[in-house]
């Protein structure tokens, strides 16, 4: 009886909710709150939240209210997919998707060209890069997957040109070794073939890849070989979580490597958390300056983050701030949209080819310069390599060990990736 | 064939060896006891491990005070879990027996995701230097002191069912439930106790694999790896527990270096039990020390 | 685990063959024929929503129903059930696309190729009994796990496969009211299967394997031989339910059967009755609606008190596995014959009101 009265009850929620969808865009938001990547996925996540209410705030998009479904999936792609099914059609459909994973977004490539719904998303694989399908490495068409920041295959890139020269520049002889770590996975995957191509080029040698899961564990053994391999430069494909544990395991071994992380495998709380063993760890940041600084654009970032944290005493890390500038890409291109033609997919995408080098308003020197075009979606190949730097106990809060200097994150390099037509779409 | 590297491999799988020798002695202990499979003994290292960070990071309490704390708190669950839930469950099939532990499983993780969040928290740091040199390998001081301590829980293990009254109860317990009743050892207490010690006993080995690598929802897979070293050992025999879990840690080691020497599949490490434990059903379907069931038509 | 009905008054029957029939009455004969026929014009009044529960319903009730006929009629134990149901969405994405057989072909031949190695695994589990059945399938599903994630040219690895929408005679049917049709066609097709084979010498044989193994093989039905059958059996249902699954979705990845799904199965079987055909398809529709109401009870309490204090709305993901379990362990402890049992003893109840017994 009960049950018949609940699963009734549910049913006229659900029809009453289809109902009452006036003049609103609908924006679909996949979150990681709970799986393996969470931990960079709730700040990332919370950004993209946070920013979007701030713009309903301001007025939402020419006076029309922005209604965003935010969703978490797990890590899970075939969630994630399902999810999207009842995006994509019919009277639940989406203007646009701010997306995450690289598994479910490489996945739905496809069916968003075929329904027409800009992707936004937080992986930056570098398969999503190519929208015309012309890249010589055969990836597939992707013309309405957008991301902002460097691709994964660039930043890796970048880091492998600013290793070689800090190979001579440490007086190194012979030939320096490169390996890649990461989990049997796509989002570590991505940039695999493309980094250990490059370190070929470069004159590395490239040892066999060496795995570890995303979820943190013991890697005492991965470690180890490590050490014997004699590794001098290792990616960690991984996201922090994970990554934390390799840098405290390797530290505890005594492997010397100059570790090169992916721009979701160090922030400041991963700092906090592996302690002294992420010292020295070098990694892109997609921000030209990070919470704390003093720019136009970081005054805009403290008004969003009052959004979810009226006392303004949060931290926010580096993924929050990418998380804004994904969503203001997005606002910006439905502004353009409403000029020209209405709010419609195709329209939208339009709106990501308006600007040449392009800031949203209230983010200068916060979001980097961006350009998207109708045959490059590589929206940036300037990458910013910063490292970390901690000393000593981190048992305090964030804020207190940046103000004291004890996690610094230090800018070390800026690496123009050249934007090589090879190089598209891989 | 680095022979230093597979050294280094074999002395690091006997450490976490010891370990996975802890949590199956506790697994075997249960099974003895009230022949009740805990898919929930990785939970149980969860659990000890979060209440020990808790009490030691929100209550700023030092280590040699907290950690006793954390076993009286398991010692308590561990009962409180065998009256609330397992009593009901005794004269069940093994099916449903099983299908309780696991959703006691499932339930535990998400509670302490839901409690304590998702990412890996760090311990205060507990020793003067966090590591010592062994052999010619770094190893963490909490490693080698989890090393001691799995060897004098052994010893007492050994010590109190050969020779104390408890214990010589729980074997007659295991042995035939009637007869024990008939001689007035008391079969709840028995079970309960059981639960208990086991409780706890994994706590201590939760608690040292969060002092190494951060507590977080990884220690729950001890659990599923207590399997393959109670079927290497015999599910009735706490030695062969403890032989199945050095075995399973040596074994892990060993895949890892034939796989990142030869075969370079990348994760044999975690795999490669699950194959043994097939192999070893295969050819000896009762494990390897374990008794054959003589059925009697 | 099989509970008596009370058969009504007059109904007695005179043939074998009239003993031996799919449902027991008249009555619920045509009740069957009523609700299938009730079925097939929901599509017209149930939104999206409904109409992609109820397919969830009905793939996971055949591969539950098959699980069923494993562990509820033969009394075996298998924790690696989502491992035969990964491969046959597998197995169905394959044939379609590598070897372009169209997909209303390559569904059976999925749950035929799942079948195999069913038996495959069935052959070395008929040795084992209880507990050690139960360690070894588990490793069975890890192992097939690796297996989907580094068979490339199978699975496509990690990164999972496209499988393309069913497909007849041009129309496609890749929206969720024509789909509804295809996984009710299979459904009843696969219940009325099943119920035929426990009616059979088969299924008589299979129930004797698990009541008294010993006097069975003391009468001549052969251990081996219905252990192994019955693990083929249920891999080819888990194939269907599988391959079903996958031109639904129409992506295929490893990341979608963990041992948490297998676990699932074993609940759905639970809750709704081990041994029980009617049951396999209340117990799974409890656990598809089970998060809904979750997120249902979630949405209602957010903002109230409650949610402040525990957080509510982060932890659904949370609340969402806790519930399985919790509702695992209620049922076992509390109502350990099932959603069917409990059923059955309402119907007896009305049918004898007002008297009691």
Redesign the interface.
Request: charged share 10%.
């Given at each position: 009886m009960l049950k018949t009265a609940l699963l009734a009850t549910v049913a006229v929620l659900t029809i009453s909710g289809g109902a009452m969808a006036q003049q609103t865009i609908r924006v679909g938001h996949l979150a990681d709150q709970s799986g393996a990547t969470s931990d960079v996925g709730v700040p990332f996540g919370q950004g993209v939240a946070d920013a979007l209410a701030y713009l309903n705030k301001q007025g939402g998009v020419n006076g029309v209210q922005m209604a965003v479904e935010t969703v978490d999936y797990g890590y899970q792609a075939p969630r994630a997919i399902s999810q999207y099914k009842s995006w994509s059609a019919g009277a639940g459909k989406v203007a646009a998707i701010q997306g995450w994973g690289t598994a479910d977004t490489e996945a739905l490539t496809g069916f968003v060209s075929k329904d027409e719904i800009p992707y936004y998303s937080g992986s930056y694989s570098g398969h999503l890069t190519d929208p015309a399908g012309k890249g010589t490495h055969g990836s597939k068409p992707s013309p309405y997957n957008f991301f902002y920041g460097p691709s994964y295959s660039d930043a890796l890139r970048a880091m492998l040109l600013w290793a070689a020269d800090d190979w001579k520049a440490k007086g190194g002889s012979g030939k320096p070794k490169y390996v890649h770590m990461g989990a049997n996975h796509p989002y570590p995957n991505a940039p695999k073939e493309a980094g250990e191509a490059l370190a070929k080029e470069l004159g590395f040698e490239v040892l066999p890849a060496v795995q570890f899961a995303l979820t943190p564990g013991d890697y005492t053994a991965q470690c180890l070989t490590l050490k014997q391999s004699g590794a001098n430069y290792a990616y960690l494909g991984n996201t922090a979580g994970s990554n934390i544990s390799v840098l405290k395991a390797c530290q505890t071994v005594g492997a010397s490597v100059q570790f090169l992380g992916n721009v979701w495998g160090m922030d400041e709380n991963a700092a906090k958390a592996a302690g002294t063993a992420a010292n020295g760890v070098v990694f892109p940041v997609r921000t030209a300056s990070i919470w704390g600084g003093d720019t136009p654009g970081m005054k805009t970032v403290k008004e969003i983050s009052k959004i979810s944290d009226a006392a303004g005493t949060a931290y926010r890390p580096v993924h929050y701030v990418a998380g804004i500038c994904s969503a203001f890409y997005m606002k910006e291109a439905m502004d353009w949209a409403v000029k020209n033609g209405g709010v419609t997919g195709p329209n939208i995408r339009k709106g990501m080819y308006q600007k040449k080098d392009w800031v949203p308003a209230g983010l200068d020197s916060v979001c980097v310069p961006s350009t998207w075009t109708d045959a490059d979606h590589r929206a940036t190949t300037q990458v910013n390599l910063y490292r970390a730097q901690v000393k000593g106990d981190t048992g305090a809060s964030v804020e207190e060990l940046v103000k004291s200097g004890a996690i610094k994150l230090e800018k070390i390099a800026t690496v123009d990736v050249p934007r090589k037509p090879e190089w598209l779409g891989w | 064939m680095?022979t230093?590297?597979l050294l280094?491999?074999l002395i690091?799988g006997l450490i976490?060896g010891a370990l996975y020798g802890v949590v199956a002695m506790s697994f075997v202990l249960i099974y003895k006891a009230s022949r009740i499979?805990n898919f929930a003994q990785g939970e149980f290292l969860l659990i000890g491990a979060w209440t020990c960070w808790w009490l030691l990071t929100s209550w700023q309490l030092p280590f040699w005070i907290g950690f006793p704390i954390t076993l009286v708190f398991m010692l308590i669950f561990g009962i409180v879990l065998q009256i609330v839930?397992l009593r009901?469950?005794i004269g069940?099939p093994?099916?449903?027996v099983?299908?309780?532990t696991?959703?006691?499983?499932?339930?535990f993780?998400?509670?302490m995701?839901?409690m304590f969040g998702?990412?890996?928290?760090?311990f205060?740091?507990i020793f003067a230097s966090?590591?010592m040199n062994v052999f010619g390998?770094?190893?963490?001081t909490v490693y080698v002191v989890s090393l001691v301590i799995s060897l004098l829980i052994m010893a007492g293990f050994g010590w109190f069912f050969k020779y104390s009254r408890m214990g010589l109860a729980m074997r007659a317990t295991a042995f035939d439930q009637q007869v024990a009743q008939s001689l007035g050892i008391s079969v709840r207490q028995m079970f309960a106790m059981s639960w208990a010690i086991s409780a706890m006993v994994s706590a201590v080995a939760g608690v040292v694999?969060g002092v190494?690598?951060?507590v977080?929802?990884?220690l729950s897979?001890f659990g599923?790896k207590v399997?393959?070293a109670v079927?290497l050992g015999g599910?009735d025999s706490i030695v062969g527990a403890v032989l199945g879990g050095l075995i399973v840690g040596l074994l892990?080691?060993v895949a890892?270096?034939v796989d990142?020497q030869w075969l370079?599949?990348?994760?044999m490490?975690?795999?490669a039990p699950?194959?043994v434990?097939?192999v070893i059903?295969?050819i000896k379907?009762?494990?390897l020390f374990g008794t054959k069931?003589i059925?009697r038509? | 685990m099989a509970t008596t009905t009370i058969i009504p008054c007059g109904d007695f029957k005179t043939t074998y063959a009239a003993d031996t029939t799919i449902f027991p009455t008249v009555t619920s004969r045509n009740v069957a024929i009523a609700s299938v026929l009730l079925l097939l014009v929901l599509p017209a009044f149930l939104d999206r929503f409904w109409l992609n529960q109820l397919i969830q319903i009905g793939y996971l009730g055949i591969a539950a129903l098959g699980l069923n006929i494993l562990v509820g009629f033969t009394g075996q134990i298998s924790i690696g059930h989502a491992a035969f149901f990964g491969f046959g969405a597998f197995a169905s994405a394959w044939l379609n696309n590598r070897w372009g057989i169209p997909v209303w072909a390559a569904i059976p031949l999925a749950g035929l190729m799942t079948t195999a190695v069913g038996m495959i695994f069935g052959v070395p589990a008929a040795r084992l009994k209880g507990l050690y059945l139960a360690i070894a399938t588990l490793a069975a599903q890890y192992i097939l796990q690796d297996f989907f994630a580094r068979a490339d040219w199978f699975t496509g690895g990690v990164a999972g496969t496209i499988a393309m929408p069913l497909e007849i005679f041009g129309f496609a049917f890749d929206t969720d009211a024509s789909y509804f049709y295809v996984v009710l066609f299979y459904t009843v097709i696969m219940y009325v299967l099943a119920t035929n084979l426990m009616r059979s010498r088969d299924g008589r044989a299979l129930v004797a394997v698990r009541d008294h193994y010993l006097s069975a093989e003391i009468m001549g039905i052969n251990l081996t031989k219905y252990r192994t059958m019955a693990f083929g059996i249920s891999a080819f249902y888990a194939g269907i339910g599988g391959a079903l699954y996958a031109h639904y979705l129409q992506f295929v990845s490893v990341e979608g059967f963990t041992i948490l799904f297998s676990i699932q199965f074993l609940g759905m079987i639970i809750i709704g009755g081990l041994g029980s055909i009617m049951g396999s398809l209340m117990g799974t529709a409890f656990m598809v609606l089970l998060p809904e109401l979750m997120q249902w009870i979630t949405l209602s309490l957010s903002g109230t008190a409650i949610d402040q204090a525990l957080n509510l709305r982060e932890a659904i993901a949370f609340l969402r596995e806790m519930a399985i379990g919790i509702v695992i362990i209620l049922f076992l402890v509390f109502e350990p014959d099932g959603l069917a049992h409990r059923w059955k003893q309402i119907k007896a109840y009305w049918k004898l009101y007002p008297f009691s017994h």
């Amino acid at each position: 009886m009960l049950k018949t009265a609940l699963l009734a009850t549910v049913a006229v929620l659900t029809i009453s909710g289809g109902a009452m969808a006036q003049q609103t865009i609908r924006v679909g938001h996949l979150a990681d709150q709970s799986g393996a990547t969470s931990d960079v996925g709730v700040p990332f996540g919370q950004g993209v939240a946070d920013a979007l209410a701030y713009l309903n705030k301001q007025g939402g998009v020419n006076g029309v209210q922005m209604a965003v479904e935010t969703v978490d999936y797990g890590y899970q792609a075939p969630r994630a997919i399902s999810q999207y099914k009842s995006w994509s059609a019919g009277a639940g459909k989406v203007a646009a998707i701010q997306g995450w994973g690289t598994a479910d977004t490489e996945a739905l490539t496809g069916f968003v060209s075929k329904d027409e719904i800009p992707y936004y998303s937080g992986s930056y694989s570098g398969h999503l890069t190519d929208p015309a399908g012309k890249g010589t490495h055969g990836s597939k068409p992707s013309p309405y997957n957008f991301f902002y920041g460097p691709s994964y295959s660039d930043a890796l890139r970048a880091m492998l040109l600013w290793a070689a020269d800090d190979w001579k520049a440490k007086g190194g002889s012979g030939k320096p070794k490169y390996v890649h770590m990461g989990a049997n996975h796509p989002y570590p995957n991505a940039p695999k073939e493309a980094g250990e191509a490059l370190a070929k080029e470069l004159g590395f040698e490239v040892l066999p890849a060496v795995q570890f899961a995303l979820t943190p564990g013991d890697y005492t053994a991965q470690c180890l070989t490590l050490k014997q391999s004699g590794a001098n430069y290792a990616y960690l494909g991984n996201t922090a979580g994970s990554n934390i544990s390799v840098l405290k395991a390797c530290q505890t071994v005594g492997a010397s490597v100059q570790f090169l992380g992916n721009v979701w495998g160090m922030d400041e709380n991963a700092a906090k958390a592996a302690g002294t063993a992420a010292n020295g760890v070098v990694f892109p940041v997609r921000t030209a300056s990070i919470w704390g600084g003093d720019t136009p654009g970081m005054k805009t970032v403290k008004e969003i983050s009052k959004i979810s944290d009226a006392a303004g005493t949060a931290y926010r890390p580096v993924h929050y701030v990418a998380g804004i500038c994904s969503a203001f890409y997005m606002k910006e291109a439905m502004d353009w949209a409403v000029k020209n033609g209405g709010v419609t997919g195709p329209n939208i995408r339009k709106g990501m080819y308006q600007k040449k080098d392009w800031v949203p308003a209230g983010l200068d020197s916060v979001c980097v310069p961006s350009t998207w075009t109708d045959a490059d979606h590589r929206a940036t190949t300037q990458v910013n390599l910063y490292r970390a730097q901690v000393k000593g106990d981190t048992g305090a809060s964030v804020e207190e060990l940046v103000k004291s200097g004890a996690i610094k994150l230090e800018k070390i390099a800026t690496v123009d990736v050249p934007r090589k037509p090879e190089w598209l779409g891989w | 064939m680095d022979t230093g590297l597979l050294l280094q491999l074999l002395i690091n799988g006997l450490i976490v060896g010891a370990l996975y020798g802890v949590v199956a002695m506790s697994f075997v202990l249960i099974y003895k006891a009230s022949r009740i499979v805990n898919f929930a003994q990785g939970e149980f290292l969860l659990i000890g491990a979060w209440t020990c960070w808790w009490l030691l990071t929100s209550w700023q309490l030092p280590f040699w005070i907290g950690f006793p704390i954390t076993l009286v708190f398991m010692l308590i669950f561990g009962i409180v879990l065998q009256i609330v839930v397992l009593r009901p469950m005794i004269g069940e099939p093994i099916i449903s027996v099983i299908m309780v532990t696991i959703g006691l499983s499932i339930v535990f993780q998400a509670l302490m995701k839901w409690m304590f969040g998702v990412f890996a928290k760090p311990f205060p740091p507990i020793f003067a230097s966090p590591t010592m040199n062994v052999f010619g390998l770094d190893v963490q001081t909490v490693y080698v002191v989890s090393l001691v301590i799995s060897l004098l829980i052994m010893a007492g293990f050994g010590w109190f069912f050969k020779y104390s009254r408890m214990g010589l109860a729980m074997r007659a317990t295991a042995f035939d439930q009637q007869v024990a009743q008939s001689l007035g050892i008391s079969v709840r207490q028995m079970f309960a106790m059981s639960w208990a010690i086991s409780a706890m006993v994994s706590a201590v080995a939760g608690v040292v694999v969060g002092v190494v690598n951060g507590v977080s929802s990884a220690l729950s897979f001890f659990g599923i790896k207590v399997f393959p070293a109670v079927i290497l050992g015999g599910l009735d025999s706490i030695v062969g527990a403890v032989l199945g879990g050095l075995i399973v840690g040596l074994l892990e080691n060993v895949a890892h270096y034939v796989d990142s020497q030869w075969l370079n599949w990348g994760n044999m490490y975690e795999i490669a039990p699950f194959y043994v434990l097939i192999v070893i059903l295969m050819i000896k379907p009762y494990g390897l020390f374990g008794t054959k069931d003589i059925e009697r038509v | 685990m099989a509970t008596t009905t009370i058969i009504p008054c007059g109904d007695f029957k005179t043939t074998y063959a009239a003993d031996t029939t799919i449902f027991p009455t008249v009555t619920s004969r045509n009740v069957a024929i009523a609700s299938v026929l009730l079925l097939l014009v929901l599509p017209a009044f149930l939104d999206r929503f409904w109409l992609n529960q109820l397919i969830q319903i009905g793939y996971l009730g055949i591969a539950a129903l098959g699980l069923n006929i494993l562990v509820g009629f033969t009394g075996q134990i298998s924790i690696g059930h989502a491992a035969f149901f990964g491969f046959g969405a597998f197995a169905s994405a394959w044939l379609n696309n590598r070897w372009g057989i169209p997909v209303w072909a390559a569904i059976p031949l999925a749950g035929l190729m799942t079948t195999a190695v069913g038996m495959i695994f069935g052959v070395p589990a008929a040795r084992l009994k209880g507990l050690y059945l139960a360690i070894a399938t588990l490793a069975a599903q890890y192992i097939l796990q690796d297996f989907f994630a580094r068979a490339d040219w199978f699975t496509g690895g990690v990164a999972g496969t496209i499988a393309m929408p069913l497909e007849i005679f041009g129309f496609a049917f890749d929206t969720d009211a024509s789909y509804f049709y295809v996984v009710l066609f299979y459904t009843v097709i696969m219940y009325v299967l099943a119920t035929n084979l426990m009616r059979s010498r088969d299924g008589r044989a299979l129930v004797a394997v698990r009541d008294h193994y010993l006097s069975a093989e003391i009468m001549g039905i052969n251990l081996t031989k219905y252990r192994t059958m019955a693990f083929g059996i249920s891999a080819f249902y888990a194939g269907i339910g599988g391959a079903l699954y996958a031109h639904y979705l129409q992506f295929v990845s490893v990341e979608g059967f963990t041992i948490l799904f297998s676990i699932q199965f074993l609940g759905m079987i639970i809750i709704g009755g081990l041994g029980s055909i009617m049951g396999s398809l209340m117990g799974t529709a409890f656990m598809v609606l089970l998060p809904e109401l979750m997120q249902w009870i979630t949405l209602s309490l957010s903002g109230t008190a409650i949610d402040q204090a525990l957080n509510l709305r982060e932890a659904i993901a949370f609340l969402r596995e806790m519930a399985i379990g919790i509702v695992i362990i209620l049922f076992l402890v509390f109502e350990p014959d099932g959603l069917a049992h409990r059923w059955k003893q309402i119907k007896a109840y009305w049918k004898l009101y007002p008297f009691s017994h």
